[in-house]
């Protein structure tokens, strides 16, 4: 019997927790591995074990050479696209440099045991060095919004790269205010002033800064378990014990409670503006919201006691991102905006994860109009170069010739609703959160206690999930959430064979518990 016929039996079901082996096959795989090869309880080992079996020529679960795929995987949908063969480096070199050469930061968000090595791109797929073939579904934390290499975008930069790479502010290029044009044609009135930076830290530095010249004021309130950067200033915004140094950093910052209707103390079925809700029990009356009422509270707390009756500015994510994917009652962030207002102050969203249509509904994730800015100098060396404006408006036309906003209301909701059937059916599901394309599962010890999973445990499905070919990410205040933001071309034949390789990870790890 060949190997591939005894990998095909070692998924076979039995009706007891383990997986047994004929003696002959068990002899077979000792020569192969070494003892102990006769009970195997996690499915995602199985993996580990077809992986030194597998050609390069795509994901261990899509079609290949292979007549009988095991029959309890699921299948990965067919890609027409062919990647170019790996020639470069090797992993081994590679793991080399980055443990020696590379920012220590580097190797402290190579999230996965066995490092996954990304040699090329197309669409919402990816492919490694192997020719292996995987989901992407965080798109380089929620960034790469029509897909890896867009043919459209790749053809617009291209174009611009021929014709001229890099000039600054001083000198007029016409790739810039294309796309300022187009940019501003979707804000709301009076947001019609765009200025062009190199990362969200750097954008949120501006935002204070601009804030407190625009104010006169100098305080700064954000939301605890947000993120809006690492530089020395938006350190300060970023209220997440994870990403803080013991440096001063942020002078002026404030935190108020985050208004997290699953984690937090208050919260009910009905808070949330998604389609999922918490399980929580509510006994508002209609269009009342006591949640919202004492999360509101709070924040009026911070006025009273931790700041001046001035103040500067409110940082708010429409949805948290790094926070694990968390939204507040529907209208906190109205009430909020018009407290601060009151206050002096301006407020400020951060669409760095929500904005260009991932939520589905609306281009940017806010509803409420945030006041316009106009002090301030700001020059960028390279914000707003002509190749990042070239793509920048390329990706604008593709959202729209493509139709991914609503591409990501129709698998986001649907993507959504079938997560919470899992949420149902596992118990350490505490919640499933989020619009359109911006999701979070949060994983818990078990729903009555709300505890979170354990890193231990969030690694070991988060690892299985890679090893059947998809990559998600991970997040919250304790890295209980997982992250799921792809690129906002995927379809649903996609959305379910992430539903059925998430379900075999909970299964496999359930399992084991």
Same mark, same amino acid.
């Given at each position: 019997?060949?190997?591939?016929?005894?990998?095909?039996?070692?998924?076979?079901?039995?009706?007891?927790?383990?997986?047994?082996?004929? *003696?002959?096959m068990h002899k077979a795989l000792c020569r192969l591995h070494g003892p102990p090869f006769g009970r195997r309880k996690d499915a995602c080992s199985v993996f580990e074990l077809l992986a030194k079996f597998h050609q390069p020529s795509g994901a261990l679960c899509q079609k290949s050479a292979v007549k009988h795929p095991p029959p309890h995987l699921p299948e990965m949908p067919p890609c027409d696209f062919h990647p170019e063969e790996y020639k470069d480096m090797s992993k081994a070199q590679m793991l080399e440099i980055r443990k020696k050469l590379c920012n220590p930061m580097t190797m402290k968000v190579t999230f996965y045991k066995k490092p996954v090595y990304i040699h090329q791109g197309y669409m919402q797929w990816l492919w490694d060095v192997d020719g292996r073939r995987y989901l992407d579904l965080f798109a380089g934390v929620a960034t790469v919004s029509v897909g890896h290499c867009h043919p459209q975008v790749t053809e617009a930069a291209v174009k611009q790269l021929r014709r001229l790479w890099h000039t600054t502010h001083i000198y007029v290029t016409s790739p810039l205010h294309e796309y300022a044009e187009k940019l501003t044609s979707l804000f709301p009135d009076p947001l019609k002033v765009v200025y062009f930076t190199n990362s969200g830290s750097e954008a949120n530095d501006l935002a204070m800064l601009m804030s407190r010249l625009h104010t006169g004021n100098f305080d700064i309130i954000t939301l605890r378990g947000s993120y809006h950067g690492g530089s020395p200033q938006?350190?300060?915004?970023?209220?997440?014990?994870?990403? *803080?140094?013991?440096?001063?950093?942020?002078?002026?910052?404030h935190t108020t409670m985050c208004p997290d209707v699953y984690r937090g103390p208050w919260g009910g079925s009905h808070c949330r503006d998604s389609p999922i809700q918490t399980t929580r029990d509510c006994s508002c009356p209609p269009g009342c919201c006591h949640a919202n009422d004492m999360y509101i509270g709070q924040l009026k707390e911070v006025f009273a006691t931790s700041v001046p009756s001035r103040i500067a500015a409110f940082f708010g994510e429409p949805i948290q991102g790094v926070g694990g994917a968390v939204q507040y009652p529907k209208n906190y962030l109205k009430e909020t905006y018009r407290l601060v207002r009151e206050r002096g102050g301006v407020c400020i969203a951060d669409e760095v994860q929500t904005g260009f249509g991932r939520t589905g509904s609306h281009f940017w994730g806010f509803q409420e109009i945030a006041a316009s800015f106009g002090k301030g100098v700001h020059f960028n060396t390279f914000g707003g170069n002509p190749v990042a404006c070239a793509i920048a408006s390329s990706v604008l036309d593709t959202i729209r010739e493509d139709g991914t906003q609503q591409?990501?209301?129709?698998?986001?909701?649907?993507?959504? *609703?079938?997560?919470a059937k899992l949420r149902d059916k596992y118990e350490i599901i505490g919640d499933v959160r989020g619009k359109g394309l911006?999701?979070?599962v949060e994983m818990v010890k078990d729903k009555a206690s709300r505890e979170p999973l354990p890193a231990d445990a969030m690694n070991q499905i988060f690892e299985c999930t890679k090893d059947m070919g998809v990559l998600i990410g991970k997040g919250g205040l304790y890295g209980q959430t997982f992250r799921i933001k792809p690129p906002m071309c995927i379809t649903k034949e996609d959305a379910d064979f992430f539903l059925a390789v998430f379900d075999h990870a909970l299964q496999s790890y359930m399992e084991q518990r």
């Open positions: 019997m060949g190997i591939v016929a005894v990998i095909t039996i070692i998924l076979q079901p039995t009706t007891t927790d383990s997986l047994l082996f004929p *003696k002959k938006s350190l300060g915004l970023t209220a997440n014990a994870g990403y *803080k140094y013991p440096v001063a950093s942020g002078l002026g910052c591409n990501s209301a129709e698998v986001g909701t649907y993507l959504l *609703k079938e997560l911006q999701i979070g």
